[in-house]
């Protein structure tokens, strides 16, 4: 039979079918309407998301790197001071290959400066003025006095502090070894532009870069 045969129900079931077309056409445009807006808001909040996700890996990289270095002059200075001369033409150059073995191709070596300096006792490491690597008077940089090439920072002409050397000591005696590295950051100005908002007065970071520094104070063995 068929179900036209009545008018009246021919009539509603193409009503109802109206109806139901026209409910699937203001559905499907609302729908096309909102996520219209919702790609406009991703647009807009992206970058934002973007740079908050490269700070975070910036920092967990920062972190894995200044734990890499913090091992690495552990192990570097549990080196010196045995004393042993390593494979490098001196032992503060295989001090420091043991160092680079141990920070993964991180860092960049030539970037990084290490400072050995000797120390008659523990208290006294770090103290007074900054001694320098170089040890004749035609090779110092700075100011050369009593045998000494040091940055006379107090600008008395002499040297004001008890190191006496740098290197990487003898038997017994105390090194302190400073380890300072401008890490570079990936991101470079964007991260730190957003790192600065989180905190405006923070001098950490400058130039793109984080500091790193280690120090460790060590008595050599009777070698
Ligand atoms: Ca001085």
């Not at 990289?61 to 270095?69: G, I």
Request: hydrophobic share 40%.
């Amino acid at each position: 039979m068929n179900p036209c045969d009545s008018h009246t129900s021919c009539h509603n079931r193409a009503m109802l079918q109206n109806a139901f077309f026209n409910a699937i056409k203001v559905k499907s445009r609302l729908f096309r309407e909102e996520s219209g807006s919702n790609v406009i808001e991703f647009a807009l909040i992206l970058p934002v998301l973007a740079v908050m996700l490269f700070g975070v890996i910036e920092m967990a990289l920062f972190m894995f790197v200044s734990s890499l270095v913090e091992g690495g002059i552990r192990e570097a200075t549990r080196f010196g001071i045995t004393g042993q001369p390593g494979t490098a033409a001196t032992r503060a150059e295989s001090i420091l290959q043991v160092l680079e073995d141990h920070t993964a191709g991180m860092i960049d070596m030539s970037k990084a400066s290490i400072d050995m300096v000797i120390y008659p006792s523990f208290d006294e490491a770090g103290q007074g003025e900054k001694l320098t690597d170089e040890t004749t008077a035609a090779s110092c940089n700075d100011t050369f006095a009593d045998g000494k090439c040091f940055v006379d920072s107090n600008g008395n002409g002499v040297y004001d502090g008890n190191a006496s050397g740098v290197g990487p000591g003898g038997s017994n005696e105390i090194v302190l070894y400073t380890f300072e590295y401008d890490w570079p950051l990936t991101m470079g100005a964007a991260v730190e532009n957003v790192l600065k908002v989180l905190e405006p007065s923070s001098t950490f970071f400058s130039d793109g870069t984080i500091p790193i520094a280690v120090s460790v104070a060590v008595r050599n063995e009777p070698f």
